[in-house]
T-cell receptor
Framework: LAKTTQPISMDSYEGQEVNITCSHN???????ITWYQQFPSQGPRFIIQ???TKVTNEVASLFIPADRKSSTLSLPRVSLSDTAVYYC????????FGAGTRLTVKP | KAGVTQTPRYLIKTRGQQVTLSCSPI?????VSWYQQTPGQGLQFLFE???????NKGNFPGRFSGRQFSNSRSEMNVSTLELGDSALYLC?????????????FGPGTRLTVL
Protein backbone atom coordinates (compact mmCIF):
# COMPACT_ATOMS: atom_id res chain seq x y z
CA LEU A 1 0.00 0.00 0.00
CA ALA A 2 1.54 3.26 -1.13
CA LYS A 3 2.13 5.66 1.70
CA THR A 4 2.03 8.75 -0.53
CA THR A 5 0.18 9.69 -3.69
CA GLN A 6 1.34 12.39 -6.10
CA PRO A 7 0.43 13.36 -9.66
CA ILE A 8 2.58 11.51 -12.17
CA SER A 9 3.44 14.60 -14.16
CA MET A 10 2.89 18.35 -14.39
CA ASP A 11 3.74 20.97 -16.97
CA SER A 12 4.44 24.63 -16.32
CA TYR A 13 6.02 27.66 -17.95
CA GLU A 14 8.96 29.73 -16.88
CA GLY A 15 8.11 32.35 -14.29
CA GLN A 16 4.98 30.61 -13.04
CA GLU A 17 4.36 29.32 -9.55
CA VAL A 18 4.03 25.54 -9.35
CA ASN A 19 2.17 23.69 -6.63
CA ILE A 20 2.57 19.93 -6.26
CA THR A 21 0.24 18.21 -3.84
CA CYS A 22 0.95 14.94 -2.08
CA SER A 23 -1.65 12.84 -0.26
CA HIS A 24 -0.63 10.87 2.82
CA ASN A 25 -3.82 9.74 4.52
CA UNK A 26 -2.08 7.34 6.92
CA UNK A 27 0.49 9.78 8.27
CA UNK A 28 1.51 8.98 11.84
CA UNK A 29 1.66 11.50 14.65
CA UNK A 30 5.46 11.62 14.67
CA UNK A 31 5.96 11.62 10.90
CA UNK A 32 7.64 14.53 9.16
CA ILE A 33 7.00 15.36 5.50
CA THR A 34 10.03 15.75 3.28
CA TRP A 35 10.37 16.71 -0.37
CA TYR A 36 13.25 15.83 -2.66
CA GLN A 37 14.19 16.91 -6.18
CA GLN A 38 15.97 14.59 -8.58
CA PHE A 39 17.63 15.25 -11.91
CA PRO A 40 18.40 12.39 -14.31
CA SER A 41 21.28 10.17 -13.19
CA GLN A 42 21.79 12.12 -9.98
CA GLY A 43 20.88 11.44 -6.38
CA PRO A 44 17.78 13.09 -4.91
CA ARG A 45 18.41 16.49 -3.39
CA PHE A 46 16.70 17.62 -0.20
CA ILE A 47 14.35 20.59 -0.77
CA ILE A 48 12.27 21.14 2.33
CA GLN A 49 10.83 19.41 5.38
CA UNK A 50 7.94 20.23 7.65
CA UNK A 51 5.60 18.92 10.31
CA UNK A 52 2.62 21.27 10.23
CA THR A 53 1.35 24.62 8.91
CA LYS A 54 3.87 26.35 6.67
CA VAL A 55 7.60 26.13 6.15
CA THR A 56 9.57 28.36 3.81
CA ASN A 57 13.19 28.35 2.73
CA GLU A 58 15.15 29.99 -0.05
CA VAL A 59 13.88 27.65 -2.75
CA ALA A 60 10.37 26.52 -1.80
CA SER A 61 7.44 26.62 0.58
CA LEU A 62 5.63 23.69 2.12
CA PHE A 63 1.99 23.98 3.15
CA ILE A 64 0.52 21.40 5.50
CA PRO A 65 -3.15 21.59 6.56
CA ALA A 66 -4.25 20.94 10.10
CA ASP A 67 -5.21 17.30 9.47
CA ARG A 68 -1.77 16.65 7.86
CA LYS A 69 -3.29 14.21 5.38
CA SER A 70 -1.78 16.12 2.49
CA SER A 71 0.96 18.63 1.78
CA THR A 72 1.71 21.03 -1.04
CA LEU A 73 5.15 21.93 -2.30
CA SER A 74 5.18 25.41 -3.81
CA LEU A 75 7.94 26.48 -6.19
CA PRO A 76 7.83 30.21 -6.92
CA ARG A 77 8.70 31.47 -10.39
CA VAL A 78 10.06 28.25 -11.85
CA SER A 79 12.80 28.20 -14.46
CA LEU A 80 13.84 25.62 -17.04
CA SER A 81 16.36 24.22 -14.56
CA ASP A 82 13.53 23.22 -12.21
CA THR A 83 12.55 20.47 -14.65
CA ALA A 84 13.00 17.35 -12.52
CA VAL A 85 11.19 14.65 -10.59
CA TYR A 86 9.87 15.69 -7.20
CA TYR A 87 9.32 13.14 -4.44
CA CYS A 88 7.24 13.49 -1.33
CA UNK A 89 8.25 11.31 1.62
CA UNK A 90 6.61 10.71 4.94
CA UNK A 91 8.83 9.61 7.81
CA UNK A 92 8.90 6.32 9.65
CA UNK A 93 10.59 2.94 9.31
CA UNK A 94 8.38 1.99 6.39
CA UNK A 95 9.18 5.23 4.59
CA UNK A 96 9.49 4.65 0.89
CA PHE A 97 9.74 6.71 -2.24
CA GLY A 98 6.68 6.84 -4.46
CA ALA A 99 6.75 7.34 -8.20
CA GLY A 100 7.28 11.08 -7.80
CA THR A 101 5.97 13.93 -9.94
CA ARG A 102 7.77 14.70 -13.16
CA LEU A 103 7.70 18.47 -13.57
CA THR A 104 8.45 19.88 -17.00
CA VAL A 105 9.04 23.61 -17.24
CA LYS A 106 8.63 25.04 -20.73
CA PRO A 107 10.00 28.32 -22.10
CA LYS B 1 31.24 20.17 4.73
CA ALA B 2 31.78 17.49 2.09
CA GLY B 3 28.71 15.69 0.81
CA VAL B 4 28.06 11.99 0.41
CA THR B 5 30.50 10.37 -1.96
CA GLN B 6 30.12 7.12 -3.85
CA THR B 7 32.67 5.10 -5.75
CA PRO B 8 32.90 4.09 -8.45
CA ARG B 9 30.50 6.32 -10.38
CA TYR B 10 30.16 3.86 -13.26
CA LEU B 11 30.63 0.12 -13.44
CA ILE B 12 30.16 -2.50 -16.13
CA LYS B 13 29.99 -6.16 -15.15
CA THR B 14 28.82 -9.40 -16.72
CA ARG B 15 26.22 -11.83 -15.45
CA GLY B 16 27.41 -14.07 -12.65
CA GLN B 17 30.08 -11.68 -11.42
CA GLN B 18 29.95 -9.88 -8.12
CA VAL B 19 30.38 -6.20 -7.36
CA THR B 20 31.18 -4.02 -4.37
CA LEU B 21 30.07 -0.41 -4.14
CA SER B 22 31.35 2.09 -1.62
CA CYS B 23 29.73 5.02 0.16
CA SER B 24 31.29 7.65 2.40
CA PRO B 25 28.70 9.56 4.42
CA ILE B 26 28.75 13.16 5.51
CA UNK B 27 31.12 13.61 8.42
CA UNK B 28 29.31 12.93 11.69
CA UNK B 29 26.45 11.00 10.09
CA UNK B 30 26.00 7.55 11.55
CA UNK B 31 23.26 6.18 9.32
CA VAL B 32 23.80 5.01 5.76
CA SER B 33 20.96 3.74 3.61
CA TRP B 34 21.16 2.13 0.21
CA TYR B 35 18.61 2.39 -2.60
CA GLN B 36 18.24 0.89 -6.05
CA GLN B 37 16.70 3.00 -8.77
CA THR B 38 15.44 1.62 -12.07
CA PRO B 39 13.08 3.13 -14.65
CA GLY B 40 10.50 0.42 -14.01
CA GLN B 41 10.55 0.16 -10.22
CA GLY B 42 11.62 3.63 -9.20
CA LEU B 43 13.57 4.16 -5.99
CA GLN B 44 13.55 1.06 -3.79
CA PHE B 45 15.03 0.79 -0.32
CA LEU B 46 17.69 -1.90 0.09
CA PHE B 47 18.93 -1.57 3.66
CA GLU B 48 20.06 0.82 6.35
CA UNK B 49 23.10 0.63 8.58
CA UNK B 50 23.53 2.51 11.79
CA UNK B 51 26.65 2.25 13.95
CA UNK B 52 27.83 -0.84 12.04
CA UNK B 53 24.51 -2.68 12.49
CA UNK B 54 21.87 -3.33 9.88
CA UNK B 55 18.71 -1.65 11.15
CA ASN B 56 16.23 -2.12 8.35
CA LYS B 57 16.08 -4.19 5.22
CA GLY B 58 14.00 -3.89 2.09
CA ASN B 59 12.55 -6.67 0.02
CA PHE B 60 15.62 -7.80 -1.91
CA PRO B 61 17.19 -11.26 -2.27
CA GLY B 62 20.14 -12.35 -0.18
CA ARG B 63 22.48 -11.64 -3.10
CA PHE B 64 22.36 -8.05 -1.92
CA SER B 65 24.34 -7.45 1.24
CA GLY B 66 26.12 -4.65 2.96
CA ARG B 67 28.22 -3.63 5.86
CA GLN B 68 29.29 -0.52 7.70
CA PHE B 69 32.66 0.23 9.19
CA SER B 70 33.52 1.99 12.41
CA ASN B 71 34.11 5.25 10.51
CA SER B 72 30.52 4.98 9.14
CA ARG B 73 31.70 4.26 5.61
CA SER B 74 29.55 1.58 4.03
CA GLU B 75 29.88 -0.97 1.30
CA MET B 76 27.23 -2.80 -0.64
CA ASN B 77 27.87 -6.11 -2.35
CA VAL B 78 25.85 -7.84 -5.02
CA SER B 79 26.79 -11.42 -5.84
CA THR B 80 25.89 -13.50 -8.89
CA LEU B 81 24.84 -10.48 -10.90
CA GLU B 82 21.74 -10.67 -13.08
CA LEU B 83 20.74 -8.46 -15.99
CA GLY B 84 17.97 -7.00 -13.84
CA ASP B 85 20.50 -5.67 -11.37
CA SER B 86 21.42 -2.93 -13.84
CA ALA B 87 20.44 0.24 -12.03
CA LEU B 88 21.55 3.42 -10.33
CA TYR B 89 22.57 2.57 -6.77
CA LEU B 90 22.24 5.43 -4.36
CA CYS B 91 23.38 5.80 -0.83
CA UNK B 92 22.11 8.36 1.62
CA UNK B 93 23.41 9.40 4.99
CA UNK B 94 21.65 10.94 7.93
CA UNK B 95 22.64 12.04 11.38
CA UNK B 96 20.42 9.65 13.30
CA UNK B 97 18.30 7.35 11.20
CA UNK B 98 16.32 7.49 7.97
CA UNK B 99 13.10 7.38 9.95
CA UNK B 100 13.83 10.52 11.95
CA UNK B 101 16.44 12.62 10.19
CA UNK B 102 16.81 14.13 6.74
CA UNK B 103 18.68 11.93 4.29
CA UNK B 104 21.37 13.38 2.04
CA PHE B 105 22.05 11.43 -1.11
CA GLY B 106 25.23 10.77 -3.00
CA PRO B 107 25.54 11.00 -6.80
CA GLY B 108 25.03 7.26 -7.23
CA THR B 109 26.85 4.41 -8.92
CA ARG B 110 25.54 3.43 -12.33
CA LEU B 111 25.86 -0.36 -12.64
CA THR B 112 25.41 -2.01 -16.01
CA VAL B 113 25.23 -5.79 -16.17
CA LEU B 114 25.85 -7.33 -19.60
Amino acid sequence: LAKTTQPISMDSYEGQEVNITCSHNNIATNDYITWYQQFPSQGPRFIIQGYKTKVTNEVASLFIPADRKSSTLSLPRVSLSDTAVYYCLVGGNDMRFGAGTRLTVKP
Amino acid sequence: KAGVTQTPRYLIKTRGQQVTLSCSPISGHRSVSWYQQTPGQGLQFLFEYFSETQRNKGNFPGRFSGRQFSNSRSEMNVSTLELGDSALYLCASSLGGRDTDTQYFGPGTRLTVL
